[in-house]
């Protein structure tokens, strides 16, 4: 059940902070600041913010009664504040390069303090049916990234090799040989985190609609996929392109566990988590954020792969008309994040100093 803000004693920002933090223009020194409990990271929203077909945005900002919007020129999009919890959205546009760029911006304004803010990545995503349903959402531990690698065309290749792609400084595909993610090729988030966020949601019944039930049945011989939408634990692969099919799936099983040394499993396919945790990152080292509060959720819109029997051009081409799954994982999204999120907000004396163990 979500908490209304009149749950909480007394507003996080008083009149007087709001009205010295209105008189700041954006990416400029100012006096005052506004605390910020929780900041929801969201990636793209459909035409208007409120009032018609929503995106990643547009629940967030409509019922959590996001009713402060601060100018946010140096991002992709204008910021939403609700002073009564402490909570901001912000929406950083698509891709690992606005992402990084808008997480970055978005530490560095003067208007806002984070130093103990925790984030809350939400974003719809593909998702593997060997792990799960559209619908379903995952809580991340580990964040690989897509991009960074040598790549030579499938036509070119080895007879010998299974795929053109492979790591940086590898022999190749076929190479074993672990490597330390130097250039940002993994991320390892908070795992207590992780395991507090799934605890506290993992029994919660999750959107289900008769469209995503029709969808499912075509997955035969994927127990996991022709369930009702779940919470469950599963780690995100992030690459800039849209990707699709049963032997790309593979291949992002097979780049998961190589960077995290066979600890992780791909469940969630998205372009933009590496690149919004590295700037937390350089963010954490002056003070500006804490890279042990970030929380990455993903909802399934759509399957990584077709169903048995359908190839993956049609099958991808006829997703793009429209996903199957994108109400009910925008849906699933705001539920399961939203109970972390009036968790952490109503009972801020518990996990202001730390995060939850």
């Not at 984030?119 to 799960?132: F, K, M, N, T």
């Not at 609609?209 to 499912?216: G, L, V």
């Not at 970030?294 to 190839?311: E, H, I, K, Q, W």
Request: charged share 20%.
């Amino acid at each position: 059940m979500l908490l209304p803000a009149a749950a909480h004693a007394a507003p996080v920002a008083d009149a007087a902070t709001l009205a010295a933090v209105r008189a700041c223009a954006p990416a400029r020194p100012c006096a005052a600041r506004l605390p910020v409990r929780v900041v929801v990271v969201t990636m793209f929203e459909i035409g208007k913010d409120t009032g018609d077909k929503p995106g990643e945005f547009q629940l967030w900002k409509e019922r959590r009664h996001l009713t402060e919007t601060l100018p946010f020129p140096q991002g992709w999009h204008d910021l939403a504040y609700d002073p009564e919890t402490g909570v901001l959205a912000i929406v950083t546009g698509m891709g690992s390069i606005k992402s990084a760029t808008a997480a970055l911006a978005l530490g560095l304004d003067d208007r806002l303090e984070l130093s103990k803010a925790y984030w809350l990545v939400a974003g719809i995503a593909g998702i593997d049916p060997e792990d799960a349903s559209v619908g379903s959402a995952a809580w991340a531990h580990y964040l690989i990234d897509g991009d960074m690698a040598h790549e030579i065309d499938a036509r070119e290749i080895p007879k010998d090799w299974k795929s053109g792609y492979f790591a940086l400084h590898s022999k190749g595909p076929m190479d074993p040989t672990p490597l330390d993610p130097a250039n940002g090729e993994m991320f390892e988030l908070n795992p207590a985190l992780q395991d507090w966020a799934f605890a506290l949601t993992r029994d919660m019944a999750l959107p289900d609609d008769a469209r995503i039930a029709e969808a499912r049945t075509a997955f035969k011989g994927y127990p996991n996929a022709q369930k009702p939408p779940f919470v469950l634990k599963g780690d995100n692969l992030a690459a800039m392109t849209f990707w699709h099919g049963a032997k790309m799936t593979q291949w992002a099983n097979d780049w998961t566990k190589f960077w995290t040394r066979g600890k992780g499993e791909f469940v969630t396919s998205a372009m933009e988590e590496t690149g919004t945790v590295q700037s937390i990152e350089y963010l954490t080292k002056v003070g500006r954020a804490d890279r042990n509060r970030v929380m990455v959720l993903r909802a399934g819109s759509n399957f990584t792969m077709p169903p048995p029997g359908v190839d993956a051009a049609t099958y991808l081409l006829s997703e793009n008309q429209g996903y199957a799954g994108m109400t009910a994982a925008l849906e699933s999204l705001y539920a399961v994040g939203g109970k972390v999120v009036d968790e952490i907000t109503a009972h801020w004396d518990r996990y202001e100093a730390s995060p939850p163990k």
